[in-house]
Antibody, heavy 123, light 109 residues
Framework: QLQLRESGPGLVRPSESLSLTCTVSGGSISSDTDCWDWIRQTPGEGLEWIGNVYNSGFTHYNPSLKSRVTMSVDTSKNQFSLRLTSVTAADTAMYYC???????????????WGQGTLVTVSS | QSVLTQPPSTSGTPGQRVTISCSGSGSNIGSHSVSWYQKFPGTAPKVLMYTGSQRPSGVPDRFSGSQSGTSASLAISGLQSEDEADYYCATWDDSLSAWVFGGGTKLTV
């Protein structure tokens, strides 16, 4: 059973960078069809898609965050990562990683999700 | 403000059938399939429905989805107390070139 788990600092200072890692277990991140996504939920607000990365390293970012986002994948560690620069209080959120299945027989949705990690931006 | 519009809340009594709507536009629901997610406080979202009306294994058939034009809906029949949660719709938006979510609907049983 595929499981994802986020890790990283829970507190980031304004103007600095937020870095999170998602570790995939119970399956390989090297799927040719799946992509690996980051999604966040700000306090009291809805869900916002940040972007995704394929095992090839190809990325697609939400245009609203594109100038500040970098995602990468490390197939040797079965991990993928998120870096968000120049953070402000508005970036305080629960950050989730998720797989998005693609292709024949796949559940074409965000499934599964990691448990989430709360990141607070504060001095 | 979310690209996809959902009612903020809905309610029902045990055994009832409730429907949660998700309204969008031609660039999102009108062109792409919708997925639905169930979220309990303090836990990660879980997929309930994908490509509009497909249920992943393990999701009870009390949950059903439909999609027409620029709207989609999630129906829950035989409502149970454990269905009390937040529900979100999601799809791809061609204009925004991004996945978009509804604002979520809080279901009270």
């Amino acid at each position: 059973q595929l499981q994802l788990r986020e890790s990283g600092p829970g507190l980031v200072r304004p103007s600095e960078s937020l870095s999170l890692t998602c570790t995939v277990s119970g399956g390989s991140i090297s799927s040719d069809t799946d992509c690996w996504d980051w999604i966040r939920q700000t306090p009291g607000e809805g869900l916002e898609w940040i972007g995704n990365v394929y095992n090839s390293g190809f990325t697609h970012y939400n245009p609203s965050l594109k100038s500040r986002v970098t995602m990468s994948v490390d197939t040797s560690k079965n991990q993928f990562s998120l870096r968000l620069t120049s953070v402000t209080a508005a970036d305080t959120a629960m950050y989730y990683c998720a797989r998005h299945g693609r292709g024949p027989g796949a559940v074409e949705a965000f499934d599964p999700w990691g448990q989430g990690t709360l990141v607070t931006v504060s001095s | 403000q979310s690209v996809l519009t959902q009612p903020p809340s809905t309610s029902g009594t045990p055994g009832q059938r409730v429907t949660i709507s998700c309204s969008g536009s031609g660039s999102n629901i009108g062109s792409h399939s919708v997925s639905w997610y169930q979220k309990f406080p303090g836990t990660a979202p879980k997929v309930l429905m994908y490509t509009g009306s497909q249920r992943p294994s393990g999701v009870p058939d009390r949950f059903s989805g439909s999609q027409s034009g620029t709207s989609a809906s999630l129906a829950i029949s035989g409502l149970q107390s454990e269905d009390e949660a937040d529900y979100y719709c999601a799809t791809w938006d061609d204009s925004l070139s991004a996945w978009v979510f509804g604002g979520g609907t809080k279901l009270t049983v």
